[in-house]
């Protein structure tokens, strides 16, 4: 059964520095990985997705990592700003299935 | 288009009651899903469709939760006999295929 978990929980940086979340899945056999940001209340925005042949995305000051071998992906987010601060979700998609499966999220708080 | 939208945003209830959502894809995407997010959890899949055909239920997904979506366009959820444990925020995504799934703004529902 696959199983995604985010480390850490929480975070709160500094305005300005670079900061990488984490995101490990227990079967190497996915389709794809997904990021996701959500807001308070708020339903999910996807911020970027990589397909289990690529090694990493990039849009804007994000950039997504896959390593699908050791079953982890990072989200490295460069010059934070407070517009940041959101609660960070990442989902795989197993081969073969239709649906994704995510993780608990990192709540991230960059603080002005 | 204006991307996948959720009605109602905000559902409170009492206990007992039956409740209905309602989700409009991204036209011309033929997958719908339905997800359950409860506070501090990751979205929990419920089921999905291709088209106008249920393809999978969670085993979430008790005997007083029903899903249609009748002409492969827009869906419901419906709740018969509400919980207070089914308190949480209904979100809703479509696709096109395997590809990227959107998500709606979600459907928040407080059982009283």
């Known amino acids: 059964k696959q199983e995604v978990t985010q480390i850490p929980a929480a975070l709160s940086v500094p305005e300005g520095e670079n900061l990488v979340l984490n995101c490990s899945f227990t079967?190497?056999?996915?389709?794809?990985l997904q990021w996701f940001r959500q807001d308070p209340g708020k339903g999910l925005t996807s911020l970027l997705l990589?397909?289990?042949?690529?090694r990493e995305q990039t849009s804007g000051r994000l950039n997504a990592s896959l390593d699908k071998s050791s079953g982890r992906s990072t989200l490295y987010i460069a010059a934070s700003q407070p517009g940041d601060s959101a609660t960070y979700l990442c989902?795989?998609?197993?081969?073969?299935?239709?649906?994704?499966?995510f993780g608990k999220g990192t709540r991230l708080h960059i603080l002005p | 288009d204006t991307g996948v939208s959720q009605d109602p945003r905000h559902k409170i209830t009492k206990r007992g009651q039956n409740v209905t959502f309602r989700c409009d894809p991204i036209?011309?995407?033929?997958?719908l899903y339905w997800y359950r997010q409860t506070l501090g959890q990751g979205p929990e899949f419920l089921t999905y469709?291709?088209?106008?055909?249920?393809?999978?239920k969670s085993r979430l997904l008790s005997d007083r939760f029903s899903a249609e979506r009748p002409k492969g366009s827009f869906s419901t959820l419906e709740i018969q006999r509400t919980e207070q444990g089914d308190s949480a925020m209904y979100l809703c995504?479509?696709?096109?295929?395997?590809?990227?799934?959107?998500f709606g703004p979600g459907t928040r529902l407080t059982v009283t």
């Open positions: 990589i397909q289990s042949s690529q």
């Open positions: 995504a479509s696709s096109s295929g395997l590809f990227e799934q959107y």
């Open positions: 469709f291709q088209n106008e055909a249920q393809l999978e």
């Open positions: 036209s011309e995407h033929n997958r």
């Open positions: 079967d190497s056999a996915i389709y794809n």
């Open positions: 989902a795989v998609r197993p081969a073969g299935d239709d649906k994704i499966i």
